[in-house]
T-cell receptor, first 115, second 110 residues
Framework: NAGVTQTPKFQVLKTGQSMTLQCAQDMNHEYMSWYRQDPGMGLRLIHYSVGAGITDQGEVPNGYNVSRSTTEDFPLRLLSAAPSQTSVYFC??????????????FGPGTRLTVT | EDQVTQSPEALRLQEGESSSLNCSYTVSGLRGLFWYRQDPGKGPEFLFTLYSAGEEKEKERLKATLTKKESFLHITAPKPEDSATYLCAVQAMGRRALTFGSGTRLQVQP
C-alpha cells in the first residue's frame, strides 16, 4: 500500500491564482480530511468527508473548496490564493468505524507559498 | 469547544535522560486521545490511541497514559533518534474530526 499520497510537494503561487492540491489513499478509508499546519498553531481542520459525495466544513474552511467523487481521492481547491494561505497542507484518512478505526493516517504534506 | 494544550513547547534532553510530555484536554465526552510523532518536513505518524482513564500503551521507549483531564507521554532513556515533535489530539463522542494541540518539540542530544 502506498498509504496517503499528496501532490505536489512544493508550490509557489501568486496572489489571485487558483490551484488544486491532490490527495489519494489506497486503504479503502471512508473518512478523509484536509488540515493546514502553521507555526505555533497546530493542525487545523479545513474540510472533511465521510464518504464519496459527502463533504463538510471544518474549523477554517474559508477560501477552500473540496469534492469527493470517489473513495480514493479528495482534492482541495484554492479558488483565489491569498498570502494568508501560505502554509503546509496535510491530507489524512481513517477507516472511520470500529474501536480502532478512527486513527488518522497522514500524507507527506504540500508546502504552499503565496506571494 | 474541544481544547488541547501541550506542554512544554520545547524540551531538550541528554541521551538517557527520561522525561514526560503533557497533554491537557477538555472535550465533551472523550471517544479517544491520540499521540502522533512528526519529523521535520514530514506528515504526522500515528503512535497510540487511548480510550479511557487508567489506560496505558507502550512502544519501545515510549509509554502513553491517560487520566480524565490529561495524558502523558513518558520517554525512557531517550536516544537522538527520538528527536521530533510530538502531537496530541482528541476526538469527541459522535464526531469524526480530531482537535490537535500545538505539539512539543523534543530534542535529544548525544
Amino acid at each position: 500500500n502506498a498509504g496517503v499520497t499528496q501532490t505536489p510537494k512544493f508550490q509557489v503561487l501568486k496572489t489571485g491564482q487558483s490551484m488544486t492540491l491532490q490527495c489519494a489513499q489506497d486503504m479503502n478509508h471512508e473518512y478523509m480530511s484536509w488540515y493546514r499546519q502553521d507555526p505555533g498553531m497546530g493542525l487545523r481542520l479545513i474540510h472533511y468527508s465521510v464518504g464519496a459525495g459527502i463533504t463538510d466544513q471544518g474549523e477554517v474552511p474559508n477560501g477552500y473548496n473540496v469534492s469527493r467523487s470517489t473513495t480514493e481521492d479528495f482534492p482541495l481547491r484554492l479558488l483565489s490564493a491569498a498570502p494568508s494561505q501560505t502554509s503546509v497542507y496535510f491530507c489524512a484518512s481513517s477507516y472511520g468505524a470500529g474501536r480502532d478505526g478512527y486513527e488518522q493516517y497522514f500524507g507527506p504534506g504540500t508546502r504552499l507559498t503565496v506571494t | 469547544e474541544d481544547q488541547v494544550t501541550q506542554s512544554p513547547e520545547a524540551l531538550r534532553l541528554q541521551e538517557g535522560e527520561s522525561s514526560s510530555l503533557n497533554c491537557s484536554y477538555t472535550v465533551s465526552g472523550l471517544r479517544g486521545l491520540f499521540w502522533y510523532r512528526q519529523d521535520p518536513g514530514k506528515g504526522p505518524e500515528f503512535l497510540f490511541t487511548l480510550y479511557s482513564a487508567g489506560e496505558e500503551k507502550e512502544k519501545e521507549r515510549l509509554k502513553a497514559t491517560l487520566t480524565k483531564k490529561e495524558s502523558f507521554l513518558h520517554i525512557t532513556a531517550p536516544k537522538p533518534e527520538d528527536s521530533a515533535t510530538y502531537l496530541c489530539a482528541v476526538q469527541a463522542m459522535g464526531r469524526r474530526a480530531l482537535t490537535f494541540g500545538s505539539g512539543t518539540r523534543l530534542q535529544v542530544q548525544p
